[in-house]
């Protein structure tokens, strides 16, 4: 029997923290500039002594750590009262490390859902946090924006331990931890070099990220099934029961032959960088201690598998659904998505769900399987076991798993993970405060324009990406390497989402001032994969010798001086996409970061030849 046992975001340590972390962060710069606009005064009442009048940084944020008023300055709440403000007509108030929050307007625009932020009012939060791990700036965020006042001390212990919060991944699968998690693992476990001796990335090695927690079967034979909901297929077929059908892996084996495409899958959100330019008093000394490998790189999680399974069009055809005509554009889009669902859910019961276009299904070299293997063994459930959509090409998020329903729609997924700002990209002069402008009933007019002339959009297909996987950020090599023809070996992958070939990788040692070309192997995919379809990645390797160094940087050896070299990479595919500068990054990018591929930098070291 199927047992939904609530939602993921990693498991785990390192895992909980990107899920947790990413969400917190996003919600923390969002709430900020929204309540800087929008935010008068608290929903809940908040009375003061006509003694003394208390402090608070709600309606009036603060900048900066120091400016957060201190204990002294705070109204003394009661527990009792705290926990009088649990719902949105009165307030929703939580408690964390002794002071008290006003989160009254949070949940609207938290890209975790509403429902993570309103089970949590007139509680402790580090029960949740305990689960999902708390970013670094997310308690600094709290005092600088939403602040109300203060527990006594005796209340604050108390309201802690009284707050229950059961880990809803406790059953999930113990996973191997050398596993590239959305936390912050090791750059030698993200990517790490045994990467580079497997075209297809090792089952133990491809990367995790679930939104809710893993659902479970007693019996997957007998207990798993997936609906299905087809368009009305005639005027007098308007009764959507009779489009609804259910499927059990036993049928998709008796009626449909089983294919096999190898793709990437990478990761919608694989840029951390310009997350946080926003983030934090002290920013550029911040992003350095808590997120040091992506001033080296954008994060990457991604990996490169054989995936077999059923083609989700050829499903669609035993249906009824005449696929090759509306591939050929005889017949329209019945319409424009297909809705996913899994059987995932978060602690509050709502599924996990995202779309993807139906023109993607239907094309018959789109390759859109329902997979039930990766490199010829079965899914584990990490990887959605029994039943999971492969969308080569596309982000990570839309290769839904565990799928438990595909319905033909014009609309979007209600789910908040296909409808909030971790999975859309905004127009360069968008800010915060737009987005915030948004959960507001009467939307701001500019951002509702946008949204309706598609200036906004939906994360689908992965642009033009490179990565570097060797060298690790700050290796040492000695100028002999370099001198005796040795050299730094550069190597690392790289892919074209929309399924373009790769036309060149340049690889620059300068962070990006000069580059000569890279070797590129397509280890034959090119003989596999259709024109437009080709959804493997490529290797590239790039021999650094001491002559690729500019004059300053042999003089300065020759002194017996160390030098750093920055090493980027930048691919180019067949159709002339090519990967930005770095540094043009924050600009050509949304504050949300997603899809965000700009160049890779890999500071390494070249120590004088006495000093090795």
């Known amino acids: 029997m199927f047992r939904n046992t609530a939602t993921t975001v990693f498991r785990n340590t390192s895992r909980f923290q990107i899920g947790a972390a990413a969400t917190a962060a996003t919600s923390a710069a969002l709430y900020l500039d929204h309540q800087q606009k929008h935010s008068t005064s608290s929903p809940g009442k908040v009375s003061c002594e006509k003694s003394k009048t208390y402090k608070t940084t709600l309606g009036s944020p603060v900048k900066t750590s120091a400016e957060v008023p201190k204990n002294k300055d705070l109204r003394v709440i009661s527990l009792e009262e705290l926990r009088e403000h649990t719902d949105p007509d009165n307030g929703l108030w939580v408690s964390f490390k002794g002071h008290v929050y006003d989160v009254s307007h949070f949940p609207k625009i938290h890209p975790g859902g509403p429902g993570r932020i309103e089970m949590a009012a007139g509680t402790d939060l580090q029960p949740y946090f305990d689960v999902y791990h708390l970013h670094p700036d997310v308690s600094g965020f709290l005092d600088r924006t939403c602040l109300i006042g203060r527990?006594?001390?005796?209340?604050?212990?108390?309201?802690?331990?009284?707050?229950v919060f059961a880990n809803p991944y406790?059953?999930?699968?113990?996973?191997?931890?050398?596993?590239?998690?959305?936390?912050?693992?090791?750059?030698?476990?993200?990517?790490?070099?045994?990467?580079?001796?497997?075209?297809?990335?090792?089952?133990?090695?491809?990367?995790?990220?679930?939104?809710?927690?893993?659902?479970?079967?007693?019996?997957?034979?007998?207990?798993?099934?997936?609906?299905?909901?087809?368009?009305?297929?005639?005027?007098?077929?308007?009764?959507?029961?009779?489009?609804?059908?259910?499927?059990?892996?036993?049928?998709?084996?008796?009626?449909?032959?089983?294919?096999?495409?190898?793709?990437?899958?990478?990761?919608?959100?694989?840029?951390?960088?310009?997350?946080?330019?926003?983030?934090?008093?002290?920013?550029?000394n911040w992003e350095v201690k808590h997120f040091k490998r992506n001033q080296a790189n954008n994060n990457f999680w991604g990996g490169h598998g054989k995936w077999t399974g059923y083609k989700l069009r050829d499903l669609l055809n035993l249906q009824g659904i005449d696929v090759d005509a509306i591939a050929l554009g005889e017949k329209p889009l019945p319409d424009k998505y297909l809705k996913l669902t899994g059987h995932d859910a978060d602690e509050t019961g709502a599924p996990f769900g995202v779309t993807i276009p139906l023109e993607k299904v239907v094309d018959p070299f789109g390759d859109v399987l329902l997979a039930t293997k990766l490199n010829?063994?079965?899914?584990?459930?990490?990887?959605?076991?029994?039943?999971?959509?492969?969308?080569?090409?596309?982000?990570?998020?839309?290769?839904?798993?565990?799928?438990?329903?595909?319905?033909?729609?014009?609309?979007?997924?209600?789910?908040?993970?296909?409808?909030?700002?971790?999975?859309?990209?905004?127009?360069?002069?968008?800010?915060?405060?737009?987005?915030?402008?948004?959960?507001?009933?009467?939307?701001?007019?500019?951002?509702?324009?946008?949204?309706?002339?598609?200036?906004?959009?939906?994360?689908?297909?992965?642009?033009?990406?490179?990565?570097?996987?060797?060298?690790?950020?700050?290796?040492?090599?000695?100028?002999?390497?370099?001198?005796?023809?040795?050299?730094?070996?550069?190597?690392?992958?790289a892919f074209d989402g929309s399924g373009h070939r790769m036309a060149r990788v340049d690889v620059s040692a300068d962070g990006g001032k000069s580059y000569s070309p890279a070797d590129v192997d397509d280890h034959e995919m090119e003989k596999v994969h259709r024109r437009n379809h080709h959804w493997s990645w490529y290797?590239?390797?790039?021999?650094?010798?001491?002559?690729?160094?500019?004059?300053?940087?042999?003089?300065?050896?020759?002194?017996?001086?160390?030098?750093?070299?920055?090493?980027?990479?930048?691919?180019?595919?067949?159709?002339?996409?090519?990967?930005?500068?770095?540094?043009?990054?924050?600009?050509?990018?949304?504050?949300?970061?997603?899809?965000?591929?700009?160049?890779?930098?890999?500071p390494v070291t070249i120590l004088p030849a006495k000093k090795c």
Not at 151 to 163: P, V
Not at 406 to 419: A, G, Q, R
Request: proline share 7%; hydrophobic share 30%.
């Open 151 to 163: 527990l006594s001390k005796k209340d604050a212990k108390k309201s802690e331990k009284e707050t």
């Open 170 to 284: 406790a059953e999930d699968p113990v996973t191997d931890l050398r596993d590239p998690f959305g936390g912050a693992p090791k750059w030698s476990n993200l990517m790490y070099k045994g990467h580079l001796d497997n075209f297809y990335t090792p089952n133990r090695d491809f990367y995790v990220r679930n939104h809710f927690p893993i659902p479970q079967w007693d019996d997957v034979e007998q207990d798993y099934s997936f609906d299905l909901v087809l368009p009305s297929l005639s005027e007098e077929d308007d009764e959507e029961e009779e489009n609804e059908r259910t499927f059990t892996l036993q049928d998709l084996r008796d009626n449909l032959q089983e294919h096999t495409v190898s793709s990437v899958m990478v990761c919608g959100g694989p840029a951390i960088y310009p997350r946080y330019l926003h983030r934090t008093d002290d920013r550029e």
């Open 376 to 493: 010829d063994e079965p899914l584990t459930p990490d990887h959605g076991y029994p039943l999971r959509l492969l969308v080569p090409g596309f982000a990570g998020v839309r290769n839904c798993k565990w799928i438990a329903k595909i319905e033909f729609s014009d609309d979007l997924h209600e789910c908040h993970v296909d409808t909030h700002t971790d999975e859309v990209i905004y127009p360069p002069d968008m800010t915060f405060e737009d987005n915030a402008a948004r959960t507001d009933v009467e939307m701001d007019e500019k951002l509702k324009h946008y949204w309706e002339t598609n200036k906004i959009w939906r994360v689908m297909e992965m642009p033009t990406m490179s990565f570097v996987a060797s060298p690790e950020p700050d290796e040492q090599f000695s100028a002999k390497q370099l001198s005796s023809g040795e050299g730094v070996i550069v190597r690392g992958y």
């Open 539 to 602: 290797s590239w390797e790039k021999k650094i010798r001491m002559e690729d160094l500019d004059e300053e940087a042999q003089q300065k050896l020759a002194k017996g001086e160390p030098v750093q070299l920055m090493i980027a990479a930048r691919a180019m595919a067949d159709n002339g996409n090519v990967q930005p500068s770095r540094e043009a990054a924050p600009s050509l990018y949304n504050y949300v970061g997603n899809i965000n591929n700009a160049q890779t930098h890999t």
